[in-house]
């Protein structure tokens, strides 16, 4: 089952802008992930935060994460092309250690 | 970071044949194996966990009897796709997890097309 809707379903931006995702999910979490995935390759994990944390960085990425509305996002400031993929997020609701993904958002950051 | 791998990482084969997909923790025992699907321009579908030497567990709409995961040791968890047809066609990716530790590792993936 999928847990997570996200939005947008696409995003256009030109290098140098912010792109900023978003992700709800339904249950209660243990922790949220933001994972990324070029076209037909495998998943990159990019950031974890934790269910009592509300805000975490690395490098150009922020992910900020509230659970009264069960929703995060995903901010890449200073877009570059390269940042061109596909993002997910993906939940641990502690129900046996599974993830589940949300929808995705398909950011493509034109040069 | 953990590897976990896959093989093969691409597959072709006839409607009506059974393909396997095998996946690896190179460096780490993994207690929980995940199996999800992915098709194109899709999310991950969760299809199946498989505990070391327990039955797997599989969601809702996944048939068992068509999937069959077999997790035999602390490294290796196998996804046979029997009888595989064209609808079959996806891009299959597992996910190890050490369990204790709360992380999770996946693989580069399986792209199966049956013809």
């Known amino acids: 089952s999928q847990q997570g809707e996200e939005d947008p379903q696409a995003l256009s931006i030109q290098e140098g802008e912010n792109a900023t995702m978003n992700c709800s999910y339904k249950?209660?979490?243990?922790?949220l992930q933001w994972y990324r995935q070029n076209s037909g390759r495998g998943l990159v994990h990019l950031i974890l935060?934790?269910?009592?944390?509300r805000e975490k960085h690395s490098g150009r990425l922020r992910v900020t994460l509230d659970t009264s509305k069960k929703s995060s996002s995903l901010l890449i400031t200073a877009s570059r092309a390269a940042d061109t993929a596909s993002y997910f997020c993906?939940?641990?609701?502690?129900?046996?250690?599974?993830?589940?993904f949300g929808q995705g958002t398909e950011l493509s950051v034109k040069p | 970071g953990a590897v976990v791998s896959q093989h093969p990482s691409w597959v072709i084969c006839k409607s009506g044949t059974s393909v396997k997909i095998e996946c690896r923790s190179l460096?780490?025992?993994?207690?929980?194996m995940f199996w999800y699907r992915q098709f194109p321009k899709q999310s991950l579908m969760l299809m199946a966990t498989?505990?070391?030497?327990?039955?797997?567990?599989?969601e809702q709409g996944v048939e068992k009897d068509k999937f069959l995961i077999n997790h035999a040791s602390l490294t290796l968890s196998t996804l046979t796709v029997t009888s595989a047809h064209p609808e079959d066609s996806s891009f299959y990716i597992c996910?190890?997890?050490?369990?204790?530790?709360?992380?999770?590792?996946f693989g580069p993936g399986t792209r199966l097309t049956v013809l």
């Open positions: 935060i934790r269910s009592n944390e």
């Open positions: 498989s505990n070391e030497g327990s039955k797997a567990t599989y």
């Open positions: 993906a939940t641990d609701d502690n129900q046996g250690g599974k993830l589940i």
């Open positions: 996910s190890a997890s050490s369990g204790r530790l709360k992380k999770w590792f």
């Open positions: 460096d780490f025992q993994a207690t929980t």
């Open positions: 249950t209660s979490i243990n922790n």
